[in-house]
C-alpha cells in the first residue's frame, strides 16, 4: 500500500537534519510514499568520528580506555588518554596496538594527568589542538571505584570522592 509522507504524518516537521539524506522516520516515511526507493544504513556515517582528535580522561582502563577504544573504531585519528599514572598499563598498550592494526590511521597516545588541575588539562588541550590542528571532542570518564565495593554498594561518602 503506498501513502505519501503528507498522510503519514502531516503534522510533524522533519526530525532528522542530514548531509548524508532521510534518517530515521523521515527515511521510513519516504520509502513507504515511493517504493522505488532502496533503503540503505546510513545512520552510523552520522556517528563516524572520521578524522576527529579527542581527549579521553580516565583513559588508562576501563570504561575510559573502552570509550577511547570505541573513538578509533569510530575513525577518531587520535584519542589522547589522560589518566594519573605515568605510564600506561599493558592493558592500555594492548590496545594502542590493536588500534594500530585496525587500518583506519587511527591512533592512542598517552599522558599522565590529574584531572582535578584544571589549569594544567587546559593547555594541554590547547598544545593538543595546536599539534593536531584541531580538538572535536573530550569524555569525562575520570573516576576512582574501588574494586573491593559493589558500585550499587557504595556508600555515599566515598562515591563523592569517585
Known amino acids: 500500500m503506498e501513502h505519501s509522507i503528507s498522510t503519514l504524518r502531516p503534522q510533524f516537521p522533519a526530525q532528522s537534519a542530514s548531509l548524508l539524506g532521510k534518517l530515521g522516520i523521515e527515511a521510513a516515511l519516504e520509502a513507504a510514499a515511493d517504493?522505488?526507493?532502496?533503503?540503505?544504513?546510513?545512520i552510523f556515517d552520522e556517528f563516524a568520528l572520521t578524522d576527529r582528535v579527542g581527549i579521553v580522561s580516565?583513559?588508562?582502563?576501563?570504561?575510559?580506555?573502552?570509550?577511547?577504544?570505541?573513538?578509533?573504531?569510530?575513525?577518531?585519528?587520535?584519542?589522547?588518554?589522560?589518566?594519573?599514572?605515568?605510564t600506561p598499563s599493558d592493558?592500555?598498550?594492548?590496545?594502542?596496538?590493536?588500534?594500530?592494526k585496525l587500518g583506519?590511521?587511527?591512533?592512542?597516545?598517552?599522558?599522565?594527568a590529574t584531572v582535578t588541575d584544571q589549569e594544567a588539562l587546559w593547555k594541554k588541550a590547547e598544545e593538543i589542538g595546536d599539534?593536531?590542528?584541531?580538538?572535536?571532542?573530550c569524555v569525562?570518564?575520570?573516576?576512582?571505584?574501588?574494586?573491593?565495593?559493589?558500585c550499587?554498594?557504595?556508600?555515599?561518602?566515598?562515591?563523592?570522592?569517585?
Open 91 to 100: 592493558e592500555w598498550v594492548a590496545c594502542r596496538d590493536y588500534v594500530a
Open 35 to 42: 517504493p522505488s526507493i532502496t533503503p540503505k544504513p546510513k
Open 152 to 162: 550499587l554498594e557504595y556508600p555515599a561518602k566515598e562515591f563523592r570522592d569517585v
Open 140 to 150: 569525562a570518564a575520570a573516576g576512582i571505584l574501588r574494586s573491593h565495593i559493589d
Open 131 to 137: 599539534k593536531e590542528g584541531r580538538m572535536d571532542f
Open 58 to 86: 580516565g583513559a588508562n582502563r576501563g570504561l575510559g580506555l573502552e570509550m577511547a577504544l570505541a573513538c578509533c573504531e569510530a575513525g577518531a585519528r587520535v584519542v589522547y588518554c589522560f589518566d594519573l599514572p605515568e
Open 104 to 112: 583506519n590511521n587511527s591512533r592512542l597516545e598517552y599522558f599522565s
